[in-house]
Structures are given as C-alpha cells and as structure tokens.
T-cell receptor, first 117, second 110 residues
Framework: GAVVSQHPSWVICKSGTSVKIECRSLDFQATTMFWYRQFPKQSLMLMATSNEGSKATYEQGVEKDKFLINHASLTLSTLTVTSAHPEDSSFYIC?????????????FGQGTRLTVV | GQSLEQPSEVTAVEGAIVQINCTYQTSGFYGLSWYQQHDGGAPTFLSYNALDGLEETGRFSSFLSRSDSYGYLLLQELQMKDSASYFCAVATGGGNKLTFGTGTQLKVEL
C-alpha cells in the first residue's frame, strides 16, 4: 500500500514556541491531505483539509492562525502549531489520498506526539 | 454535521467472534470505513463499504445498510493481537473527507 511519512514522531517544546510537523506521501501524489488531532482515549478529530496550492479548509472551532497549514507540493503538507500551550499537547496525525481515481482508503502517517511544557 | 455512535468497550475471548456496531447520522454519505488503532500508533485501514451488504477480508468482515444508517465490523477467530481500538468513519464530500466515530476498545482475553 501507499506510504505516508510523518515527522517528527514525537516532540517536546516549551510553552510559547512553535512546532512544525511534516507529512509526506512517499510513493504517490496527494492533492489532498488531512490533519487530525487525537486526545488520549478519544477519537480522531479532523482539524483541517489541506489542498495542494490553495488555502486549507479548517473545521469549525479550529483556529487557523494557530494551526498553520501549508501544502506546497503534491507530496508534502506541513502543520505548524504556533505559540504552543500545554492544552495543545496531543497526538497529531496526517492522512492522504492518492490522486488516482476514487480511492477508498486513506493512508495515515505514524503520528506526532506533541508535549508542550 | 456528522455523528457516529459505537460501543465504548467490548471484551471477548480468544477464538471467539465479535461484532462492533456503528450508527451514523450524516449528509452527503459516500461510504463507511473501519480502522484499527493500537495504543500509541496510527490508524490502519481495515475495510470500506460504499454499497449495502457484506465485505469480507480474511478474518474481518464489514457490513453496511445505508437505509438504516448502520454498519458493523465482524472479527472472527479473535487473537490477542486484535486487542485495539476500532473506529468507524463516514466518508463524505465525494469520499474525500473522513469523520471518525467515537471508537470501540476491544479487549481479547485468554
């Protein structure tokens, strides 16, 4: 199956700093990538849909100025958590769909565990 | 908006069969997917139903009834490694967008 690589797999940062998470599709091109956040023992909550070459579409309640998304190429999307606070500590996961046809499977990155101290 | 309901926890013994139900309310329904997630890991795809009926993939089968807004995941010959969280997810927006259910924690015991 297709491979989505997410980096870093974990990061600890100080409150007030920014953290960038990368999501790459390694063997296919992805016009659309998705960013999710998952708190412990909870479901994956869609944060935003990232479209190559255009602005991301954010879900209701997600601050677009805090969670900056850039999808500059068909294989790379980045999520930057700006001015991170302890409540931003979570598991962030990206997923991607292939540009080829109506694929029914979303390919997920391995996730990034962010801890803000 | 979308909402999906799943049981929060299911316990079964090794070798048994277990069914995890999922009911949903959504607009623009395209299909229902199932994902497995082990603690600390990313979700992995199990199955997808766009049409009514049963889809079988090895020990796992998934069922969909669009008229009832209901689906289930059936796991047969349970193994200890099947202990994980299972999420149903509805695809909308032409299949482009996934909204996940609340998740079911499956515990397989000896």
């Amino acid at each position: 199956g297709a491979v989505v690589s997410q980096h870093p797999s974990w990061v600890i940062c100080k409150s007030g700093t920014s953290v960038k998470i990368e999501c790459r599709s390694l063997d296919f091109q992805a016009t659309t990538m998705f960013w999710y956040r998952q708190f412990p023992k909870q479901s994956l909550m869609l944060m935003a849909t990232s479209n190559e070459g255009s602005k991301a579409t954010y879900e209701q309640g997600v601050e677009k100025d805090k969670f900056l998304i850039n999808h500059a190429s068909l294989t790379l999307s980045t999520l930057t958590v700006t001015s991170a606070h302890p409540e931003d500590s979570s598991f962030y996961i990206c997923s991607a769909r292939s540009v080829r046809g109506q694929d029914t499977e979303a390919f997920f990155g391995q996730g990034t565990r962010l801890t803000v101290v | 908006g979308q909402s999906l309901e799943q049981p929060s926890e299911v316990t079964a013994v090794e070798g048994a069969i277990v069914q995890i139900n999922c009911t949903y309310q959504t607009s623009g329904f395209y299909g229902l997917s199932w994902y497995q997630q082990h603690d600390g890991g990313a979700p992995t795809f199990l199955s997808y139903n766009a049409l009514d009926g049963l889809e079988e993939t090895g020990r796992f089968s998934s069922f969909l009834s669009r008229s009832d807004s209901y689906g289930y995941l059936l796991l047969q010959e349970l193994q200890m490694k099947d202990s994980a969280s299972y999420f149903c997810a509805v695809a909308t927006g032409g299949g482009n967008k996934l909204t996940f259910g609340t998740g079911t924690q499956l515990k397989v015991e000896l």
